[in-house]
């Protein structure tokens, strides 16, 4: 404490005096000099010596620091002379009074919010960089479909809960092992404090390898709520269904297994044993019915298990008013399984497994043209309905027939270097010359190039000289034209009657939609191959890809939605033959590309108390990210900022 003075008028005397009062300066947490004033003491009557003014601000600051002693008054101030004394008192007293006396520790506590928060940029450093990003729209999707609600009602504890998501939420972002995932949950991911809030909790080893086995025990009642669920939300109608069959390949023997079999391999993996995976998927492409199956399982035969299951999977009436449309590809669309799928009161919707031969195109048929996948045009004309029979749609697409008539060159020229071989034998020496086993060898190239060799009229001539062996072999091409008359030309096929040209041929492009979800659940979720050596685990690993193919589905199709809704905004005013504009909904590994640029870091440094702050922060979206939010409705921050000071010591 301090006086400071400057000189008034003093009416008291009429004329200028000294005007007195007490301040003191503090310097706060934060190192801010704060002056302030205690006391206007005003003017001092009688006036004092400067050396006593000074003496009682001596007085006053010893009072400030000794104010718990009980002696208050007491020898300290004995040797300053009484009216240094009285006044000292005096002051104080009017301080207490006031309560300025405790002012500056009052600046000094109101400074130190601020000065914890105050840091030495020179003790600055991020530590704990996460991904947050792809995380938390998974997050998100999964409460969307209420996955944790479930498990809950199912009895699983909150640790049980947590831990199941935290996995399933990594193997939809990063597609690991059951090993692999808890490295990334320890070192790259953020999804334990998205899921607890906490950075220290993550799942234990036994506990994680538990998870998929654990979900795949509830397979029915799981797949189940999810199609209730996904219903709900998306309004989804089920009136179409998508049958299709892929498979997985093993990498080792699996010895022992009953499930794994060598079979006809998706990705021509002859060496490998397979596992089929049934699928019967909506338009939408979610999931409806799932089943594992052996691996030599052919595809027609897979068929009846599925149509059972359909009635309970769709929950739709099979009235004529409403029957359901069963879209399937030719490979499983045998005979046997249309009938099948008939008598269960369902429509199908297929390609001709065969070409139609002698047939007419309807009297009145108007050919009917639309765009195929590529852009390019194609042609659609009824065929002329036989009583009883099927409804056909013969399909002419020129993209299809320059790549079947580069195909049948190609095997022509294959199928004729094969009989070349076969004939340059007969002159070689060694080579086959007798009758039966030349004509075995052009049967093998027969055989092998079926598409062209029916084509060919084939003259085998006997050696005159040895009537065992061949002489020549002479070849042709009955009729050249027919070659390629039918490249390019396919057949749609179908019981229901009230199907327009442009309705059928969009019915069964939906079948794209299922091999969309092949592609995601091999390549965007690595399903394949498969590292288990036990049928249960890899029941368990598959299951566990269908439902990141759930929680993938259910955002690429909220964004496929919108992106549809601002094709048509964008294309109304559009006239015919101008370009229109397109709006693709990314694949998966796109949208967690994007998402990435999310992060979660820890920010440390000292502040002014010598303190360690450490800030939690998540990173502002950026615009791609920030537009897949937007466009799914979703919060953008799993949390904005989390502070924690410590010690230094």
Not at 318 to 329: E, G, M, N
Not at 471 to 479: H, K, L, N, S
């Amino acid at each position: 404490m301090h006086f400071i003075s400057q000189t008034r008028y003093n009416p008291s005397i009429g004329a200028d005096d000294y005007y007195y009062r007490i301040k003191e300066s503090v310097r706060d947490l934060t190192g801010r000099v704060h002056s302030y004033v205690l006391l206007n003491v005003g003017f001092m009557t009688p006036r004092l010596k400067p050396g006593q003014v000074r003496d009682i601000a001596v007085c006053l600051n010893w009072l400030s620091e000794h104010r718990d002693e009980q002696d208050l008054f007491g020898d300290a101030m004995s040797r300053y002379d009484e009216t240094v004394r009285s006044r000292a008192c005096e002051y104080w007293q009017r301080m207490v009074d006031l309560g300025t006396v405790d002012r500056a520790q009052k600046i000094i506590e109101e400074s130190r919010p601020k000065a914890e928060r105050l840091v030495d940029v020179d003790t600055m450093e991020h530590t704990d960089a996460r991904e947050v990003g792809a995380e938390w729209i998974c997050l998100q999707a999964i409460r969307e479909l209420e996955i944790d609600r479930f498990l809950e009602k199912e009895g699983w504890s909150e640790i049980q809960i947590n831990t199941a998501l935290a996995q399933l939420i990594t193997r939809t972002v990063y597609s690991p092992s059951e090993l692999k995932s808890l490295d990334i949950m320890r070192e790259n991911s953020a999804v334990c404090e998205l899921l607890t809030g906490s950075q220290e909790w993550q799942p234990g080893f036994h506990a994680t390898y538990e998870v998929a086995p654990a979900l795949f025990g509830l397979k029915d009642k799981l797949e189940d709520h999810l199609c209730r669920r996904t219903d709900s939300l998306f309004n989804v109608t089920n009136r179409i269904a998508l049958f299709d069959l892929t498979n997985f390949y093993f990498e080792g023997r699996k010895e022992g297994s009953k499930k794994a079999r060598h079979g006809r391999s998706k990705e021509k993996r002859k060496d490998c044993k397979l596992l089929v995976l049934a699928l019967c998927i909506n338009a939408a492409g979610f999931i409806r019915y799932s089943c594992i199956l052996a691996g030599n399982t052919a595809d027609p035969d897979s068929l009846p298990a599925m149509v059972d299951t359909l009635a309970a999977r769709c929950r739709v009436s099979v009235s004529p008013q409403q029957r359901v449309l069963v879209c399937l590809d030719a490979g499983i669309a045998t005979e046997d399984n249309l009938v099948k799928i008939k008598e269960k009161g369902y429509d199908y919707l297929c390609v001709s497994r065969s070409r139609l031969k002698d047939y007419e195109l309807e009297a009145d048929a108007e050919t009917v043209k639309v765009l195929d996948s590529r852009r390019q045009e194609i042609s659609l004309t009824r065929v002329r309905h036989e009583e009883g029979g099927d409804y056909y749609l013969e399909i002419n697409s020129p993209g299809k027939q320059l790549k079947e008539e580069s195909m049948n060159r190609l095997f022509k020229e294959r199928f004729e270097k094969e009989l070349d071989k076969a004939r340059e034998s007969l002159t070689k020496k060694g080579g086959k010359k007798t009758y039966e086993k030349v004509i075995e060898r052009v049967g093998r190239a027969i055989q092998k190039y079926p598409s062209i060799s029916k084509y060919y009229v084939i003259d085998y001539i006997r050696d005159e000289k040895n009537p065992k062996n061949m002489g020549d072999i002479q070849w042709r091409i009955a009729v050249p034209e027919n070659v390629d008359r039918l490249s390019g030309i396919y057949f749609l096929r179908t019981n229901r009657d009230k199907l327009d040209e442009k309705t059928t041929w969009d019915y069964y492009n939906l079948i794209r939609e299922i091999e969309c979800t092949n592609r995601q659940l091999k390549t965007d979720l690595n399903l394949r191959p498969i590292y288990h050596q036990k049928d249960d685990r890899s029941d368990a690993h598959l299951f566990m890809g269908l439902l990141a193919y759930w929680i993938v589905n259910t955002i690429r199709y909220r964004m496929k939605v919108i992106n549809e809704k601002k094709e048509m905004e964008a294309n109304k005013d559009k006239k015919p033959g101008e370009k229109r504009k397109h709006y693709p909904t990314p694949y998966w590994t796109e949208i967690v590309r994007r998402m990435s640029t999310q992060k979660a870091v820890t920010t440390e440094a000292v502040n002014a108390l010598g303190e360690k702050v450490q800030v939690r922060l998540c990173s502002t979206p950026k615009k791609e990210a920030a537009d897949i939010y937007e466009m799914l409705g979703y919060k953008k921050m799993p949390f904005w900022r989390k502070i924690k000071v410590c010690s230094t010591q």
